[in-house]
């Protein structure tokens, strides 16, 4: 566990302190996380997509682990709509970060390191990538652009303008088909694709500093507070109950299910607000306090269940 979390302080770190020391300039955050949506991150889905073929594990923890993460995500989403009276966009943001787990850079490790295998969470990224991704980029498009002309031909052609979409679609296909890039091009994508974490990290460090002059951007502790409450503690409880009440799920199959659900909100939460100019303030504290207390549920949730 902890060789799983320490990179990922780390890295922020270092980005904390770049930004502290204003080495990388005042609009380094922005022109980073563009970075890494715009080319780090759809590299990376090129590449795990094409080399690692996705082969499914059983359909019933699949099923358990994909209906908490809706149910929550969904929670999340209402919240933020009926209760805190957000506009559309944030809205997205707040299902997003209460339901998208970290299944790269933390999901990967960490079920190596419990379960000795990452197949489970390799469906769990092709769900996220081919499937939510998809719906929350198109949310987050329509949302830019409600109050403008031709916004159903912009939600349509979302695919066509958005890398990480094309990159998901791209990956699956080529994947399905065990059709591989040439080496060239492939070695070239991967070590681009390989920027792709510490890109995001660094960026999130450098966002933890505050800005001056940005009173948009103000803290909001109340919501943050219920999103980290779903999505650390809610979303693999919930995930528990379909796994093994439900579905008669036991051994290691429950374990990958819950383990994955408990995993905390992923840096991409905050790449997107970014990208879309929505506030990434909110995005970055449910990562950062999801990720702090993650340590102790997934450490709890292996020993229980193993």
Known sequence: MLAAFVPIWALTAVGYAAGRSKVLGPAAVDVLGRFVFYVAMPAALLNTLTR????GPAGKAVAAFSIATLVIGGAGFCAARW?????LAEQTIAGMACGYVNAGNLGIPVMVQVLGNAG?????LLI???ILTPLILGTLDVAQSEHA???????????LRSPVML???AGVVLGAAHVHLPRLVGDAVALLGNAAVPSALVALGLSLVPRQGNDGEARRPVEVALAVLLKSLLQPLLCFVLARLVFGLTGPALVAAVLCAALPTAQNTFVFARAYAVDGTFARDVIVASTGLS???LTIAATLLL
């Open 295 to 297: 340590m102790a549920t």
């Open 128 to 130: 996220q990538t081919s």
């Open 120 to 124: 489970f969470i390799a469906v769990v």
């Open 52 to 55: 690692q073929p996705i082969g």
């Open 83 to 87: 209760v805190f009276k957000r506009p």
């Open 149 to 159: 002309t031709g916004r159903w031909r912009r939600l349509l052609t979302v695919p």
């Open 167 to 169: 990159a998901c679609l």
